[in-house]
Each structure stands twice: as C-alpha cells, then as structure tokens.
C-alpha cells in the first residue's frame, strides 16, 4: 500500500491550448513521500500536466484549464498567491537551467529573493549536500555556474529548488540531456529526496521509471490511461495500450 | 575566359569596391582631418589648446582654449542621459516585459518613429515650446540653456537606446524567466535580478549608442543651448557644445586661418570620442552574440 497521505489530487481537471484539450479530465492522487513517474509518448500531456502545478503554463496567453487540482485540499486553479505556491512546486526542467551567476548566487537566489538574508551559506552547503554535489563543487562556489558540466547543472538545479523549501519537486524529464553516469546521480539524489519531498517524475525513459518511481502514470493523447505501483505496471498491465507501449510496440 | 566567368569576376570585384569603399571613406576623412589640423599646433601647444578656458577665435590675439566647448557637451551630454537612460531602459522593459503583444508593435513603432523626425525639427519645436517654458519656470533671463539641450537631445536618443535596448531584453532566452519564476520569484523579481542581468551588455550599449548620437548632435543643441562659450556652472546656463561650434562658425574663418585649423582639431576630438563610444557599444553588442 501507499504509505503517505495524499497531498496532491485533482478532479476533472481538463487543459487547452487554444481550442486543442491536451489534458482530458484528469482524475488522480499524488502521495507525500513517494516518487510517481509519468511516462507517456510525446504529445500525452505529461509536461503540460507538471507546468499546470505550478501554473507556469499562465505564461502562455493561449493557455485555459479547469476542474481542480487540490494541494494539500486547496485548490491551486483558483490560488491567488502564485509565487507562494511555485515556492512550494518546484520544478527542475528537462535542459539545466542556471542562471548566469555564480554557484553560490545560483543557490541564494531564491532564498534571498524570499527575504532569507542570514545562514546563507548553511543554506548553500545543505542543498548541494542533498543533491549529490557539494563534493564536487565546495571549493569553487565562486565560480560561474555555466562552467560546470551538464550533470553537474542538473544537480546544481535541484540544490537551488531544495534552497527555497519546497513541499513538492517536479522533474520534467530531467535527465534527457545527460550521459548515464550522471543521470545514475541525479537518479540516486532523487531517491534520496523522498524521504523528505513529494516528487513527480515526468521522464520519456521508461526505464528510468521503472528505477526510480514508487508508482507510475500512463499518460496518452491527454489521458490517464492507467496508474499503478511500478511493479505490477511493469509485469502486468490492466491496458492494453499501457502493455504496448512499455513493450515498445509504438511510442 | 568565357563570358559567364567575365561576369562573375565583374560582379565580385564590384562588390568588393563597394564594401570597401565605406571603409576607405572613413579613413580618408580621418587622414584629412589630422592633416588640416596637424597644423595648427604648429601656432598653439597643445596644452593651451585643451586646458584654455578662453574661445576667443576672432579677437587679437586669439585664444583657443577648448575647455568651455568640452564642457558644455558633456553638459548637455550628461543631462541628456540622465533624463533618457531611466525613460528609455524603463520603456524598454515596458515594451518588451509588460505590454500585450498587440500593444507592442504599435509602441515599437511609435518610438522608432521618433528617430524619423529631423533634428531641426527637434530644435525648432524646442525653440517655441520648451525654451519660454524653462525661462519662466527657473525665472531666467534667456531660457537658451544647457537644460533645454539636455532635455531636447533626450528625445533624440530615446529611439536609440529604447530599440536597442529591447532587442536586447527580448534576446534573453525565455528560460532564464521561467527558472526564476518556478523559484517563486514575482515577474518584478524575475526581471531585476535576472533579466537585467543577462541583457546588461545589450542595454550598456543601447546607451553608448544613444550618448554617442547625443554627442554628435548638431542642429537642435544649436539652436536651444544658447552658443556662449563660457564654462558653464549649472545646467541653467548658456553653453556652446563642439558641434555647434564647427557649425557656427567654419563659415566665416578663414581658409588657411589658425581659427580654421583649430575647427579641424575641434572635428578630430569629436570623430575620436563618437568613435570610442561606438567602438565600446560594439564590443558589447558583439558579447551578446556570443
């Protein structure tokens, strides 16, 4: 059985860029303290779905969604605090994404931003430490985050989410860039991370969901197809779309 | 040869004379300008020249202190940009951030339109509206002041800095934004602590660009500054800028004068300091590209 509490769930919850419905009433929980990974082929709905937590799909004008999508029972369709709730969803994007500053002020930003001015660099030394990276990079804090290696990025990514607290990590395809060496460590920190974090693990890997995830989704063409624990997703599907596509029969 | 590889040779030799044509132009008029002003210290050191507080061309004897004419277009240079770095880095943002994009192409327009009016135009507006307004105001005996200038010139860079500007905000790549707004930054945050950050040397040279316009700017400072070559003190005071001293007065000197020459040197400290800041903007322009 799932051994947390649910903290995210969401009812009827439908997606639309302009007039194309690119999620299909979605109906599912997401649990405290496990990894669930979506999987699913291009096209299916699953980064849409990670970007609609988090409502960094608002940016888009052409974006439109209802239903709801509760977190923690608070429905953050209609939230009105967006920055408050994208502190609590934080994302790791599938390219690594630092920003133009050193590591430390790569880190410090968010807190900063949040109005954290003191233990900065305990802040600093704690997320690189949870993300796999403070040995690597403890002595070179100083320098720009662009020198380090795209592995190197992606955990440093992760430690700057961890830096701002958040309740949920959202991984839109997180290691579809990296060499398998690395991806193993961003894969090891995240098993790390759920012991304290709720993490969504969006990955186009099936493999890698097979990994890592305690429970996966079959995303298709905006809908649900089927969600169950890894193990018996992987051995013995309900759907026969699910079968086909963990085969490798299409996708 | 037959007649198809006649045409290509004529054709890229042709191209070549023309591309190279606008290089060798702007190096015959450096040429011609050091060789017209080289003269003229031959009859004036040098240190006189750039530290006299004195513009007294046509009295005997002549004095050519240039310090005043520095003076008064860095006068009107630093107004200017005082006024228009915050309008035009402030718009910038605006069009390139805030603004719906219907709203935009309309705005972009609009401003670019504003680098279409002549600048004679510029001054002579200035002339009746702005000048009486800075003289009652500041209760002046002549509202003929570096203010106006500044003021006027300001308009005449906006263009510049808020085209360039833009394009240089609209070039960070979106994802910076989204990183920082999945931090839970607000659009605000977002846009001062990273897309400012990134599109610095884009928006440092969008104000070269606009100083280096300002500087060179002939008609308008002419006609509303006031061309009295004295060092000014305020910025409610008359001055007279290197431009408009060229313009004023190589009419009346006389070919093969001192005062002649000393308007070439005049040129050749304007053509060294518009080259500089162009020279600057450029390297940063490229910095971005990379």
């Known amino acids: ?8 769930q969401t009812h009827n919850f439908n997606a639309w860029f302009d007039k194309n419905q690119v999620i299909k ?3 599912m929980q997401v649990y405290s303290n496990e990894i669930l990974g979506i999987i699913g082929p291009a096209n299916s709905g699953k980064t849409t779905f990670l970007k609609s937590l988090n409502r960094l799909n608002d940016l888009d004008i052409k974006f439109k969604m209802d239903g709801e999508v509760l977190l923690d029972n608070k429905n953050i369709i209609t939230a009105i605090d967006i920055t408050a709730l994208r502190k609590k969803m934080s994302i790791i994007f599938a390219l690594p994404l630092p920003l133009p500053i050193s590591i430390f002020e790569n880190i410090v930003y968010g807190p900063r931003m949040h109005g954290i001015k003191t233990g900065l660099e305990e802040i600093v030394e704690n997320s690189l430490k949870a993300s796999y990276l403070w040995d690597e990079v403890k002595d070179r804090l100083n320098e720009s985050a662009l020198n380090l290696s795209g592995g190197q990025q992606q955990r440093l990514c992760i430690a700057r989410s961890l830096a701002v607290e958040p309740e949920v990590l959202l991984f839109d395809e997180p290691c579809s860039g990296l060499d398998p060496i690395s991806t193993a460590k961003v894969e090891d920190a995240m098993m790390e991370l759920k ?16 990994r890592v995830s305690g429970r996966v989704a079959f995303f298709l063409m905006g809908e649900l197809v089927e969600i169950d624990f890894t193990e018996k997703m992987f051995t ?16 | 040869m037959n007649f198809k590889q006649i045409k290509e040779f004529i054709i890229e030799k042709a191209i070549f004379l023309s591309g190279s044509l606008s290089i060798i132009f702007v190096i015959l008029i ?4 050091i060789k017209e002003g080289a003269l003229f210290f031959k009859y004036v050191p ?52 805030v603004v719906n994009p219907k709203l935009k192409d309309v705005l972009k327009t609009g401003v670019e339109l504003l680098a279409a009016i002549p600048s004679v135009v510029i001054g002579f507006v200035g002339m009746v509206t702005l000048v009486p307004l800075v003289k009652n105001i500041f209760n002046l005996p002549t509202g003929l002041t570096a203010l106006s200038g500044s003021i006027m010139l300001a308009f005449m860079a906006m263009p510049t800095i808020v085209s360039i500007a833009e394009d240089a905000i609209t070039a960070v790549p979106r994802r910076y934004k989204e990183a920082a707004l999945a931090l839970g930054a607000t659009h605000w945050q977002a846009m001062y602590k990273v897309i400012i950050v990134a599109a610095a040397p884009g928006i440092f040279a969008a104000v070269m660009l606009g100083v280096g316009r300002v500087i060179g700017e002939t008609m308008a400072v002419m006609m509303i500054t006031g061309n009295a070559a004295v060092i000014p003190h305020t910025f409610l005071q008359p001055v ?5 001293t060229i313009a004023a007065e190589m009419g009346e000197a006389i070919r093969g004068s001192n005062h002649y020459y000393a308007l070439f040197v005049v040129g050749i400290i304007l053509f060294i300091i518009t080259f500089a800041i162009n020279f600057i903007a450029d390297v940063f322009l490229h910095r971005i590209k990379k």
Do not use: H
């Open chain 1, 195 to 210: 012991k304290k974090y709720t993490i969504i693990l969006v990955t186009n890997n099936v493999k890698q969901a097979a």
């Open chain 2, 30 to 33: 450096f040429v011609f300008l």
């Open chain 1, 1 to 8: 059985m799932v051994a947390g509490t649910v903290k995210i």
């Open chain 2, 240 to 244: 007279r800028t290197l431009t408009a």
């Open chain 1, 25 to 27: 009433s979605l109906n």
């Open chain 2, 46 to 97: 040098i240190k006189d020249f750039l530290t006299g507080t004195n513009w007294y061309p046509l009295s005997t004897p002549e004095q050519f202190g240039m310090l005043p004419l520095i003076m008064g277009s860095l006068l009107v240079t630093i107004g200017a940009m005082i006024i228009s770095i915050p309008l035009g880095v402030a718009c910038a943002f605006y069009i390139a951030e």
């Open chain 1, 236 to 251: 013995n599907p309900q759907d026969k779309r699910t079968n086909d596509y963990i085969s490798g029969r299409f996708g």
